[in-house]
């Protein structure tokens, strides 16, 4: 089992910047892909970003409109979510999983999760 620990959440102004991280531990790890999802209150967990761990390509949710920037760092089994531009509507329970399976934008692809970091973001 692989164990996913997330950081850099928090409280934040609208129109600002938040960087998310998520780091794999307890064995090999070398999944398909990694992916950040959000979940807000009475919301479904929805995609947010993906990139494939070999060969770092994106995927981006719509609703990011180009504020997200999903990255990796294979070294050290790390994946960022890079936040700028901030909106209210942002405000979730932000999650990164790993994946062993083509299809990064369904959820139920995903095998491991980490315990979700909150992002509020206030107007």
């Known amino acids: 089992q692989v164990q996913l620990v997330e950081s850099g959440g928090g409280l934040v102004q609208a129109g600002g910047s938040l960087r998310l991280s998520c780091a794999a531990s307890?064995?090999?790890?070398?999944?398909?892909?990694m992916g950040w999802f959000r979940q807000a209150p009475g919301k479904e967990r929805e995609f947010v970003a993906a990139?494939?761990?070999?060969?770092?390509?994106?995927v981006y949710s719509d609703f990011v409109k180009g504020r997200f920037t999903i990255s990796r760092d294979n070294a050290k089994n790390t994946v960022y979510l890079q936040m700028n531009s901030l909106k209210p509507e942002d405000t979730a329970v932000y999650y990164c999983a790993a994946s062993r399976r083509i299809g990064v934008r369904i959820r139920d692809n995903y095998d491991n999760w980490g315990q979700g970091t909150q992002v509020t973001v206030s107007s």
């Open positions: 990139i494939t761990w070999s060969g770092g390509v994106t």
């Open positions: 307890g064995r090999t790890f070398s999944p398909y892909a």
